[in-house]
C-alpha cells in the first residue's frame, strides 16, 4: 500500500470509527415520569381498572387508624402540654379522617357514628374549648374509652389503646 492509499483508509476508519462510536453507548433511559424507579405502568387497564388500582393503594380501614394513632398520640402530647390550639386541630382532624374513613368502608359507619363521631369528639372540642386542664383530662379518657368501644364493637377488642407513656412529638410544649 503507499502512502497515499493508506491516508486514505486511514480517513476512512477515522470516520468509521465516529460514526459507531455513539451507537455503542447505551441511549440515556427517558426520565421515569415521577415515580422514581422507572414506572407509571403499575397503573394500567381500563380506566375502571385504574381507579380500583388507585382505590386499592389509598387502603381501607387500617390507613385510617394508621393516620388516627399518629394523631391520637399528638393530641394526648398537646393536653398534656397544654397545647390547647393543637389539641383541637388534632381532635379535628382525627374526627375528619375517620370521616374519610367510613366512606371507604361504609360498614364501619354505624360503630364510628354512634360510639365515636357525635358526642366523644363534641364533648372534647368543648372541653378544649373551656380550657380547663382537668376537664380536659376527663373528656380525654372518655375520648379513649370511644376508640376502645369502637374496637370491640369491630371485633379488633385485640387493640386497646391508651395514652403513651414516653414523649413521642416533635411538636415542643
Ligand atoms: C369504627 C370504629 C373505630 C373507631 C372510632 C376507632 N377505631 Fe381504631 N380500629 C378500628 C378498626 C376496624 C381497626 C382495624 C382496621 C383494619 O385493619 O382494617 C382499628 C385499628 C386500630 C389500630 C391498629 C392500627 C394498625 O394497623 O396499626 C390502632 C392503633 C387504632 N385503631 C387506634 C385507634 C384510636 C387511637 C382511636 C380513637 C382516637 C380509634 N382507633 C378509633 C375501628 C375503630
Redesign the pocket.
Given at each position: 500500500m503507499n502512502r497515499p492509499e493508506f491516508r486514505h483508509v486511514l480517513t476512512f476508519l477515522t470516520l468509521l470509527t465516529l460514526v459507531l462510536l455513539p451507537a455503542c453507548e447505551p441511549a440515556p433511559a427517558p426520565p421515569s415520569e415521577g415515580t422514581g424507579d422507572g414506572g407509571a405502568e403499575w397503573i394500567s387497564g381500563t380506566v375502571d381498572e385504574r381507579f380500583q388500582q388507585v382505590g386499592d393503594q389509598l387502603a381501607?380501614?387500617?390507613s385510617?387508624?394508621?393516620e388516627?394513632?399518629h394523631?391520637?398520640r399528638e393530641?394526648h402530647w398537646a393536653v398534656e402540654d397544654q397545647n390547647w390550639d393543637y389539641a383541637t386541630y388534632q381532635t379535628e382532624k382525627?374526627a375528619a379522617a375517620?370521616e374519610l374513613?367510613?366512606i371507604r368502608?361504609p360498614g364501619?359507619?354505624e360503630?364510628?357514628r354512634s360510639?365515636?363521631?357525635g358526642a366523644p369528639v363534641d364533648e372534647m372540642l368543648a372541653a378544649l374549648e373551656s380550657g380547663e386542664t382537668d376537664v380536659v383530662e376527663r373528656a380525654f379518657r372518655e375520648?379513649?374509652a370511644?376508640?376502645?368501644?369502637?374496637?370491640m364493637?369491630?371485633?379488633?377488642e385485640f387493640?386497646v389503646?391508651g395514652a403513651p407513656e414516653s414523649r413521642s412529638t416533635i411538636v415542643q410544649p
Open positions: 381501607g380501614f387500617s385510617t387508624m394508621f388516627v394513632a394523631r391520637y393530641l382525627i375517620t374513613g367510613i368502608r364501619r359507619a360503630s364510628a360510639l365515636f363521631l375520648f379513649t370511644a376508640c376502645n368501644q369502637c374496637h364493637a369491630e371485633e379488633m387493640v389503646v
